[in-house]
């Protein structure tokens, strides 16, 4: 008898603590207005003022995160009076996440903007996961952008409708240390032929990894004659003429690479310690600042400069999208298009945090943020602006790119 | 107290072998570039320890969020295992292995099973507040460790004491508090220590449950752990590690202290 009435006060003690822990942020949430898309830019600013914006992004760097967190967000409360909030997760991650809510139902999720591309962005806009075509309503997007660019209007060969707006272009540079060779390589011949006189000292991470997977594609680029077709729909037929000769040159290199090739680096971070130690003689990445960047904290030597080949590298945009389900479409509408002000992107350009290109047009920014844009200093390892946008090229379709992973696990991974 | 040389020596192996891999993290932590055949890095920077005090690095905010969720969990483990211990291990009933196997349970069972189960879970407890729905989780991941430690004290306690009590007329509650419990401290110190310092390095329990919304410590570390910036992770897994040296020193103290007042108490 005793016992019970213990055993209920207990039970009545911890129905009382959770029910007082019930929060009442998460409640105040509503199911997100669908007029918004509707609506006027001064009623979306309105409605965005007091709010809370919460930025789902990747944050394996300090400067990107810097930017965001210290440059960024103090700005936007002080002219929007919108308070932003930096979530670090992998884009995998948060598609994942609102695939689950949209099953099951979920009206109101806690993601307002997300940092997205290629990929990921063409499983959420078929599964339906992002809120709708947006950008149009954005000033800035409608003034700054060039709307009618290719890399504007398609993620990885496939259509963008409005769905994301974009926040920057990168483009893939191969970085090298100036001190160990003089000449670097021009194309994936001379490529192959500075290999083979210098063998042990050049290697590319192993595909599926996202930047060895973009080094691969850089050799059909060499290899293929009819490269404009891999940017259109997928199609068998074409690769089975293809595919031969990119494993062909891949696998002439793989006896001269680190370590012969019996095994390569699995990431990019990896390959980048291989640098940093100066194990092999190169690295790249599709960034072309980080190598300023590392030099800057010291992590890269003093002597690393980057090139491109005289075909050019690839190019890509990166992008802002807002799921189907934000609590605080206002305030992701506010941030997006503050991040697409010159203001921002000039600073982000800015070797202090991140370093990297506008996705605004150069021709459509003021004289005032012309000049600006001129005195940035990006790094003495990183190429200039001409040189880089004359030397880009498009990136394929993201079925190419996966048929390209899998061939080369088959094809020169495991021979 | 005497020791044997061999009895120093494995000694001494063991704890090298504990002590030697902070050496890197140490010195990786304060330096950007430490090239391999060098044994000590050229320059030395405090870059990486400022910025994880910044505002992006987050640091406060991580340990703060980890021990709230940690304290919670606690806080349930106790409402919720100490009587489960006590009636484990005091009372015979039918299907009692089954029970007691059921609250093990977590420690056997897949993780990844149990997380599958928890993702349905956490979306139907979104009424809850973060700190709630993941101490939730938390529970159930540590509430082997605190209901063993408990249950194997009870045990070594017998009924006896409390049959004497109960005879002198002492009821459940003050039986509880003036005979059971100074007897359980010591357990209760080690199930509260294990309950802490487990939940304080879980990832996934927390991600699943908040939606990766309430930064706790793990989950700020791990968007570096892939990053290749040897320096900022060096950094972060000291930090990590910090909180629980300093559990561990309360925890010895406050046993100390137990230990003292029971002889005191005895003379």
Redesign the interface.
Known sequence: M??SR??NS?LI??ILF?SA???DN??ETKPIDKNILTSDWKGIKDNARGTKV?F?M?????GI??Y???WV?PRLKEKYNVELKR????AT??IN?LM??KK?N?TS??MDVLWINGENFKIAKQEGLLLGPFTEKLPNFQNYVDTESDDIKYDFGFPIEGYEAPWGKVQFVFAYDSSKMTNPPKSISELKDWVKKNPGKFTYPAPPDFTGSAFVRHVLHYQTENYKAFLNDYDEALIDNEDDKVWKVLNEMKPYLWREGKSYPQ????L??LY????VWMTMGYDEANASNLIK????PDTTRTFVFDKGTLANSHFLAIPYNAPNANGALVLIDYLLSPEAQLKKMDLEYWGETMSLSVDKLSDEDKKVMESIDRGKATLSQDELSNHRIPEIGAEYVQWLERGWIENVGKK | MVKKPLEITLIGILTLFILLPFIPLVIWSFT??W??PLLMPE?W?I?SWT?LF????RAFEGILNSFIVAAIALLGNI?LGI?AARALAQNEFIGKNIVFSILLAPLFIPYTISIIGM?DFA?RL???????STAIAHILVTLPYFVATIWFQYRLMGKKLNEAASILGA???KIFLWIEFPLLVPSFLLGSFLVLVVSYSQYLPTWIMS???L?TLP??I???A?????S?VSAYSLLFFAPILLLLIIYFLLLRINNRKNTNESR
Do not use: R
């Open positions: 005793k016992k213990c055993i207990i003690m911890l959770l822990c019930t929060s998460k409640n919460n789902f990747w944050g394996g760097d300090e995160n810097k965001i967190d210290e967000a979530y670090p997760m992998d991650e948060f996440k689950t809510e099951a979920k999720g806690e990431s990019i971070a990896q980048k310690q940093k130690n100066g194990e904290s010291g992590e890269f | 950007k570039h090239p391999w320059n920077t870059e910025y910044s505002i992006s690095g409402v009587p993702h979306l979104d009424f809850l507040n973060d700190y709630v009821n459940e509650w939606g990766g919304t930064l989950l700020v791990f968007p570096y892939n990053s290749g910036n040897s900022i």
